[in-house]
């Protein structure tokens, strides 16, 4: 089940993303974070605009999706959002992320967003095939700017634009 998040879903969303920075290889963070340090990113998706939405299985979070503001304050970025998504390492693999992923392009429209960008680490095979998969395509590249335990790696543009049948 797909829901928007609350601030109930808060520690489960955190917590899954701390999986995602202790693996070293799927965020350029390199520190856990907490809710607080979170919390000015969290209060940004109202969904009025952007939104986190949580998928759930028997009441747990199992993942989530954020469609986040891209350059943030910057007026000619109004109708494009941020994709980011994480989920839980037990329930990688399942189709939850392309469930999420459908159902935030399904909210798109109501959003008022008619582009995406994903922002990813080259060494993140797995979300460049589920991008791919979605019909993303690689807008651009940062070469080895991304100093990562395995050593440097790209940065990858990945984006889509949507279209609302007009």
Request: include cysteine; charged fraction near 20%; hydrophobic fraction near 40%.
């Amino acid at each position: 089940m797909i829901k928007p998040a609350g601030p109930e879903h808060y520690d489960a969303i955190i917590g899954i993303y701390n999986q995602a920075v202790l693996t070293g290889l799927q965020t350029a963070d390199t520190g856990e974070v907490t809710v607080e340090d979170k919390r000015d990113w969290l209060a940004l998706h109202d969904g009025e605009h952007y939104s986190i939405y949580v998928a759930c299985e028997d009441e747990k979070v199992v993942g989530y999706l954020a469609l986040s503001p891209y350059r943030h304050g910057r007026a000619a970025f109004h109708h494009t959002a941020e994709i980011s998504y994480y989920l839980d390492a037990q329930f990688q693999g399942q189709g939850i992320g392309s469930t999420l992923i459908e159902h935030a392009i399904s909210q798109c429209s109501a959003l008022e967003i008619e582009s995406l960008v994903a922002i990813l680490l080259s060494c993140n095979t797995t979300s460049v095939a589920l991008l791919e998969k979605f019909g993303f395509k690689r807008w651009g590249l940062m070469p080895n700017i991304a100093n990562l335990k395995i050593g440097k790696v790209d940065h990858y543009y990945y984006g889509k634009e949507l279209h609302y049948g007009n």
